[in-house]
């Protein structure tokens, strides 16, 4: 009888290492069963199989409940090791643990081996695993030089310790040649990373396309691949020369002559006919009505105010006793009261 819907035989599977294969118990010899065998799919299986005790895995410990038939064993490694292999085995039907022992292998607890300038892994591990493999990348602008498929893979962790696979190193990048115009120039000639290339033209050609090129990250120039130096039209250099001389001229010769005396005339007969004849009547009327209407109204009373109590208070107490001396000490005296 079976207990799983879906148990087959791996066609890949080494038929010797499986028992005989079944669909019913009654398939199977006496004291067996049909059961599954895992990749052997449904097997006859002794009532009574059972399995020597697992293996012991050095660096590492085990542990299981049982040793008959489906039992299992779980491997485990110690601190500061990695695992490789299969960490379960089964009990079979042919009393043997199924797969291999899984081994423990020890860490690289040690630093990874000095990059060159420019250089680094890429990780951020401080326990690196066995068979760990560092990988080296170069700085932007750099690029990776070593073996000859320029593998960025530069040392493994094994057995605990690094080993160097390829030795490798970080170089510029360097663009390559560029194109100049036979009738142009260029600053410099550099063609490393980060370098600004500015082209010119000569006298009488005219710039067409990229000025500045920048080598870039991934060795490539930026801007068009090429620029051209253009024959400047002769044309040009005739027309302009005549074309100055024309408006220079017509200027001095004809246009002042003309609009001077005419600007002359305009503002002499617009201030005489019209400005004058309507500004000074304003201007008399404004002044009038302002001292009318505004000053005197406000001047006079102030004034009085003022020199009344001036007269009064200041003026007649020193003029009154003067004169009174005068006449009596100089007039009367005098006979001519």
Known sequence: ?????KCERYPSMDVSQCSMG?????????????????????????????????????????????????????????????M?????????????WDGALPQCLPDCLAQPPSLPEHAYYVTTLSRYPAGYRLQVVCKQGYKLIGHENRSKVSAQCIMGQWSVIDDVACEL????????????????????????IHFKCQEGFNFEGSRTRTCGADGKWTGTEKFNCIVTPLVKPLITPLVTYIVTHLVTHLVKPLITPLVTYIVTHLVTHLV??????????????????????????????????????????????????????????????
């Open 22 to 82: 079944c669909d019913v118990d009654q398939d199977c010899p006496p004291n067996h069963m049909c059961r599954c065998d895992g990749m052997c799919g449904y097997s006859c299986i002794d009532n009574d199989i059972s399995c020597d005790v697992p293996d012991a895995l050095d660096n590492g410990v085990r542990f299981y409940n049982g040793t008959n038939y489906n039992d299992t064993v779980r491997y485990q490694c110690n601190e500061n090791y990695t």
């Open 84 to 96: 490789t292999g299969n960490p379960v085995r089964r009990c079979t039907a042919k009393k043997t």
């Open 276 to 337: 004058k004849p309507l500004i000074t009547p304003l201007v008399t009327y404004i002044v009038t009505h302002l001292v009318t209407h505004l000053v005197k109204p406000l001047i006079t009373p102030l004034v009085t105010y003022i020199v009344t109590p001036l007269v009064t208070h200041l003026v007649k107490p020193l003029i009154t006793p003067l004169v009174t001396y005068i006449v009596t000490h100089l007039v009367t005296p005098l006979g001519f009261f």
């Open 173 to 196: 990048v360097d663009c390559g040649p560029f194109y100049v115009h036979p009738n142009g120039s260029v600053d410099k000639w550099d063609t490393v990373y980060n370098t600004t």
């Open 1 to 5: 009888m079976r207990f799983q819907e």
